[in-house]
T-cell receptor, first 112, second 116 residues
Framework: QKEVEQNSGPLSVPEGAIASLNCTYS??????FFWYRQYSGKSPELIMF????GDKEDGRFTAQLNKASQYVSLLIRDSQPSDSATYLC????????????FGTGTLLAVQP | EAQVTQNPRYLITVTGKKLTVTCSQN?????MSWYRQDPGLGLRQIYY???????DKGDVPEGYKVSRKEKRNFPLILESPSPNQTSLYFC???????????????FGEGSRLTVL
């Protein structure tokens, strides 16, 4: 079982719709959760982070965390073609290793 | 401008020919890391460094070496490259000395390496 799992997609949504991206993780002790966006041929960039159970909103983006279910999601409202990218879920592993564990990413395609 | 700079951006080489991918950051970050990105496998950490002269293995260190003689530089060395090291490589740095607990990683633009 991978530490961080995502559906590779592609997830196709029409412009203006809500895109829902999901991620599960295996380490129940994980405390910090992140979403990165990666455009084709570019490097990843951090767009959201969440530490506590519940929802966190930032503009059109909402991150949701459910630690009991070991589940993190990212909602993108009013999706735009410019949101088309691969979205990487990442979990911080602390302790002796201090690093981010990345999922394989979900490709989102927003259709005009 | 705050940035992480990698060179070369693209490289085609042959099996066994030693190569070095340089990484330099101008943000005075203590934490630096190398990742490789492969289809279906995502971003995997190769090595990381929490400070000068302090380096440690990530999840896929075999076939790679690193050094951290200065805070700004963290080169990745492939002593004897093999075709399974064909990949997209990213260097990253973090302002948190103990590791990217806030997830804030500044990535370089990537180096696409092909080993024939």
């Amino acid at each position: 079982q991978k530490e961080v799992e995502q559906n590779s997609g592609p997830l196709s949504v029409p412009e203006g719709a809500i895109a829902s991206l999901n991620c599960t993780y295996s380490d129940r002790g994980s405390q910090s959760f992140f979403w990165y966006r990666q455009y084709s041929g570019k490097s990843p960039e951090l767009i959201m982070f969440i530490y506590s159970n519940g929802d966190k909103e930032d503009g059109r983006f909402t991150a949701q965390l459910n630690k009991a279910s070991q589940y993190v999601s990212l909602l993108i409202r009013d999706s735009q073609p410019s949101d088309s990218a691969t979205y990487l879920c990442a979990v911080y592993r602390g302790g002796a290793t201090n690093k981010l564990i990345f999922g394989t990413g979900t490709l989102l395609a927003v259709q005009p | 401008e705050a940035q992480v700079t990698q060179n070369p951006r693209y490289l085609i080489t042959v099996t066994g020919k030693k190569l070095t991918v340089t990484c330099s950051q101008n943000m005075n970050h203590e934490y630096m890391s190398w990742y490789r990105q492969d289809p279906g496998l995502g971003l995997r950490q190769i090595y990381y460094s929490m400070n000068v002269e302090v380096t440690d293995k990530g999840d896929v260190p075999e076939g790679y070496k690193v050094s951290r003689k200065e805070k700004r530089n963290f080169p990745l060395i492939l002593e004897s490259p093999s075709p399974n090291q064909t990949s997209l490589y990213f260097c990253a740095s973090s302002p948190e000395a103990g590791g990217p607990i806030t997830g804030e990683l500044f990535f370089g633009e990537g180096s696409r390496l092909t080993v024939l």
